[in-house]
């Protein structure tokens, strides 16, 4: 049996943990690898792992002791109390300077506890975002490390060389202190969120308001993906649109519209609430997932409230359906540049100093919302002074002045057909609202003001009641005293 120390140990054989551990064994890296039940490793050893330079542990102390010092724990386990669990049975195993990083799409809130408790004990806690799925995670993921940077020399390269590329540069760069890694990846998949839900709304629009078939909409799809709006969100819409079920029929018509969430773009939602970042459309993409659980609420109220309106004549189709790739498109650059007014605020008040072009970079590829345009946003932090905001960088100003026109038509396409179109819509408030100069704000004001003048005079009355009373009171017990000594 081979006893050279593995160069990496990895909890947690799952379907991101088995992959990234091959991934790693891809690339040079001996593992240990160890599951809380340990069938799934056995299996594991007896499948993938055969002829590799990976090592069982049945128990943890095996395990650790397998490992070279300083020690590299990579933890693959499900966010929360599991995280907290492995650590505290490593801890009383491990040594000063050993390092743990969680690879899960833990809360950054969690990560940035861990790290603090850790670093009192002498452990390097990393938090890293880890994107890409199973394929991500067996060929090349993106990964968004952060938290004690002492560990960052011992694991650069390994991550590094396992990370996707995009021109040899790698997908994982260092992000930051505490939890900003797991930061980063909760926005990422926030925009994940917003980016799906915007596609859903395309789709929804092509099918009802355009009378679309879904071969038409597969070839869409994949028309566009030789484009502006070029990415892996669109480019696997055009092939399940495409995919068939055994009876022939387009598949997608066999899933229920009901969409699951795990809560990561929630707490994106949460979190934009929290730092006060107006961040609309990816808080309509969580709400529509949220309406969407209500199916039979949503059925039963087609039947009381009317359904939708008829598709517009054919011969209008190709006109809308330029407008509604410009309205994908505009409302995409509006969500990224969300996505990163909250990174923003939210470096400013943790203290972090964020590297928001290679963040751009980083999403380039390996990740769910890669695409071609990530590229322009890392150029819109090159400019010197970087601008305000993306939404005032030279390249987005341009983009979507001329998709403005095309925006506005497909909303108001979906506004006059009945088809809810959240995400699309509210990104067109928004950037409505972000370049207006002269709000409507002033109204509100007003009326605030007014409210507290009521507030106020809504005091003097009830002030005015109690000393009118206590003037009674006193007049009474007075009139009392005279009856009483009267009486007397
Ligand atoms: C990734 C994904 C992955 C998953 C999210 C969202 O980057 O590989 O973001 O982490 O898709 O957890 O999942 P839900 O849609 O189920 O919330």
């Known amino acids: 049996m081979d006893t050279t120390p593995s160069n990496i140990g990895l909890i947690g054989l799952g379907v991101m943990g088995s992959n990234l551990a091959l991934n790693l064994n891809d690339h040079g890296y001996s593992l240990s690898v160890y599951n809380r039940t340990y069938t799934l490793t056995e299996h594991f050893m007896a499948q993938q792992a055969q002829g590799r330079t990976i090592q069982a542990a049945q128990t943890l102390p095996e395990f650790v002791n397998q490992l070279a010092q300083p020690r590299i724990i990579m933890l693959m386990v499900t966010a929360g109390r599991a995280v907290d669990a492995v650590i505290e049975q490593l801890l009383p195993l491990l040594n000063s300077n050993d390092i743990i990083i969680d690879g899960g799409n833990s809360n950054y809130k969690d990560t940035t506890r861990r790290w603090q408790e850790l670093t009192a004990k002498a452990i390097h806690f990393v938090g890293m975002g880890v994107s890409g799925g199973e394929e991500g995670a067996r060929h090349g993921p993106s990964l968004m490390p952060g938290g004690a940077v002492e560990a960052w020399p011992a694991i650069r390269d390994m991550f590094q060389a396992v990370a996707a590329k995009v021109d040899g540069v790698p997908c994982c760069q260092w992000l930051g202190e505490g939890g900003s890694g797991h930061y980063v990846k909760m926005v990422h998949n926030g925009i994940e969120y917003g980016d799906m839900q915007l596609i859903a709304e395309a789709c929804h629009l092509m099918q009802h ?175 010197e002074p970087v601008p305000q905001n993306l939404l005032q960088d030279p390249f987005f100003v341009v983009e979507l002045q001329q998709a403005a026109s095309g925006w506005r038509k497909a909303v108001a396409l979906a506004v006059m057909q009945g088809v809810p179109a959240p995400a699309l819509s509210s990104a067109l408030a928004f950037f409505d609202g972000y370049r207006c100069a002269d709000g409507s704000a002033n109204i509100l004001q007003a009326q605030r003001d007014f409210l507290g003048r009521m507030a106020i005079s809504g005091w003097i009355v009830i002030l005015r009641c109690i000393f009118t009373r206590i003037g009674a009171l006193r007049l009474h017990s007075a009139h009392r005293v005279r009856r009483s000594s009267y009486e007397l």
């Open 209 to 383: 308001a355009l009378g679309m078939d879904f071969d038409a909409m597969a070839d869409t799809f994949a028309a566009w993906n030789q484009g502006k709006l070029e990415s892996y969100l669109i480019d696997i819409t055009s092939q399940i649109l495409r995919q068939k079920d055994v009876d022939g029929s387009p598949l997608v018509t066999k899933i229920l519209d009901r969409a699951g969430q795990k809560g990561t773009g929630l707490w994106t939602a949460q979190d934009a609430l929290e730092h006060a970042v107006p961040l609309t459309l990816i808080g309509e993409a969580v709400h529509a997932r949220m309406l969407s659980a209500r199916k039979d609420e949503r059925v039963a109220a087609s039947l009381i409230l009317g359904g939708l309106e008829a598709p517009v004549p054919a011969e209008q189709r190709q006109a809308y359906l330029d407008a509604i790739h410009d309205a994908l498109y505009a409302a995409k650059l509006v969500s990224y540049a969300q996505g990163f007014m909250l990174m923003q605020t939210a470096a400013k008040q943790y203290g972090w100093q964020l590297p928001y072009g290679d963040i751009a970079l980083l999403w380039r590829a390996g990740c769910i919302i890669r695409s071609r345009f990530l590229g322009d946003i890392k150029a819109s932090f090159e400019r």
